[in-house]
Nanobody, 124 residues
Framework: QVQLVESGGGSVPAGGSLKLSCAAS????????MAWFRQAPGKEREFVGW????????YYADSVKGRFTISRDNAKNTVFLQMNNLKPEDTAVYYC?????????????????WGQGTQVTVSS
């Protein structure tokens, strides 16, 4: 089993940057592919990006491609989401999620473990 705890959220002006962290406990982190999702008020949760187990392959939603970067440190059981050039439409609660299978899936129901979320607010 994997427990996930996100941190690093906050409030920034448009054009600013934030780096989210997701710390995992449990022995299976390195055997999990990881994803970030977000949910804005009144909207469904949406896929942001994904990283495979070793960390060498990533995939991003078109809305964040070129601005967001996912990385992971398996030695520290942590996955990161570097967010640059933030826009007001990036405002949401951001969640990290884990699954045992090591191929991309953008559907939230494919993920077994979730963090509690961290709020990101971008002002115009």
């Amino acid at each position: 089993q994997v427990q996930l705890v996100e941190s690093g959220g906050g409030s920034v002006p448009a054009g600013g940057s934030l780096k989210l962290s997701c710390a995992a406990s449990g022995r299976t982190f390195s055997r999990s592919s990881m994803a970030w999702f977000r949910q804005a008020p009144g909207k469904e949760r949406e896929f942001v990006g994904w990283v495979n187990r070793p960390g060498g392959n990533t995939y991003y939603a078109d809305s964040v491609k070129g601005r967001f970067t996912i990385s992971r440190d398996n030695a520290k059981n942590t996955v990161f989401l570097q967010m640059n050039n933030l826009k007001p439409e990036d405002t949401a609660v951001y969640y990290c999620a884990a699954r045992g299978l090591d191929y991309l899936n953008r559907n939230e129901y494919a993920y077994d473990y979730w963090g509690q979320g961290t709020q990101v607010t971008v002002s115009s």
